[in-house]
């Protein structure tokens, strides 16, 4: 057999650790190393400073060669003060988002299995700043085994329902806007007759972007009652009745510059149960059963009904599964003409 050997890195060759993961079937990149020390004073501050000052480490991650359309990632951060374990921003294709389900109960996972927290048994609790405000998480260890991570996310609320936008090419949408962490436009699947299957990716995909920027250009209600950073549309979530059997419903979100949530979307969940809430589908206490494009499971239960601003919001709690698939060192050559990555898509 060949002897491979170890490839000698010029030390002028920037590197790049990672361990990546995935959640119901959606990626996530943690950046462990390689990228600049980040001295704001809150996350959404260091939010910033990464987006103004650092964002071609993001393209690095994110886009081709080493990533692709659909990559998630996440880099950790100081919390904003001493009540919580660390911070984390969220990176997409697009840019950074205010708050991600999939990532939190991923990085919950990953904290544990690498010793970043106190392991406890039969679960360790955690507390993150997210961009949106502070996670509340629970994992579940049995025997040194991780099984599942939950979270309860920041108050959710719904801005307005029955909604409508007219959209070229597919005319008058109805749609319900609600907050999870992220404003996301709920519309039903069936009334565009769009089957939430993989085989229907790429309709998805247009379909989402072009109701996503009609409601963009015809709404000003995305505001958040107290962070102007995070009053922006981040996505489309299709709901649609259950492909497999033993859960309630099906949750297909288009987000970013296109990307589909592989999982069922965590804030996205967040934002739809205050919706069902409102219309008296559901109770405090009540759960439901979401599946994603790929039949990935969250379970989201109503906790606690509270005044958020001007909202009267509802605090969810989010559960489910991630893995890790593997550990990487990736190598910046500032030769390389796509050093800082590419898309075609």
């Not at 991600?100 to 904290?111: E, S």
């Not at 991780?146 to 959209?167: I, T, W």
């Not at 060192?329 to 590419?342: C, W």
Request: aromatic share 10%.
């Amino acid at each position: 057999m060949m002897k491979i050997g170890q490839l000698q890195v010029p030390e002028h060759w920037h590197r790049i650790r990672t361990i990546d993961m995935h959640t119901g079937g959606e990626p996530l990149r943690v950046v462990v190393e390689g990228f600049p020390e980040l001295t704001g004073s809150s996350v959404l501050e260091n939010r910033r400073i990464l987006m103004q000052q650092y964002d071609y480490l993001r393209k690095v991650l994110m886009h081709e060669p080493r990533g692709h359309a659909d990559m998630y990632g996440c880099v950790l951060t100081p919390p904003n003060d001493a009540g919580a374990d660390f911070g984390i921003i969220f990176l997409h294709n697009e840019g950074y988002s205010t708050m991600c389900g999939h990532a939190t109960i991923a990085i919950a996972k990953l904290a544990v299995v690498m010793g970043w927290v106190q392991v406890e048994e039969p679960f360790t609790h955690l507390k993150i700043d997210a961009p949106c405000g502070r996670l509340d998480v629970s994992v579940r260890v049995e025997n040194g085994q991780v099984l599942f991570s939950r979270f309860r996310c920041v108050p959710s609320f719904v801005v307005a329902l029955d909604q409508a936008v007219e959209v070229p090419g597919l005319g008058r949408v109805h749609y319900d806007l609600a907050y999870g962490g992220a404003f996301y436009a709920y519309v039903q699947a069936e009334d565009l007759n769009l089957p939430l299957i993989p085989e229907r990716y790429s309709e998805i995909i247009q379909k989402g972007m072009a109701i996503k920027r009609a409601v963009m250009a015809n709404s000003d209600q995305v505001k958040h009652p107290f962070e102007p950073d995070l009053s922006f549309l981040y996505g489309t979530i299709f709901m649609g009745g259950p492909v497999s059997p033993g859960v309630d419903s099906r949750n297909v979100c288009v987000f970013a510059e296109g990307e589909v949530d592989r999982s069922p979307t965590g804030s996205g969940v967040s934002g739809r149960l205050p919706i069902h809430y409102a219309r008296g589908e559901i109770n405090l206490g009540d759960t439901l059963i979401i599946e994603s494009i790929l039949g990935s499971v969250f379970k989201g239960t109503l906790i606690e009904e509270l005044d958020y601003g001007p909202f009267r919001a509802l605090v969810p709690e989010v559960e489910g599964t991630a893995f890790i698939t593997g550990q990487h060192e990736f190598l910046i050559d500032p030769e390389d003409p796509f050093r800082h990555g590419f898309f075609l898509r």
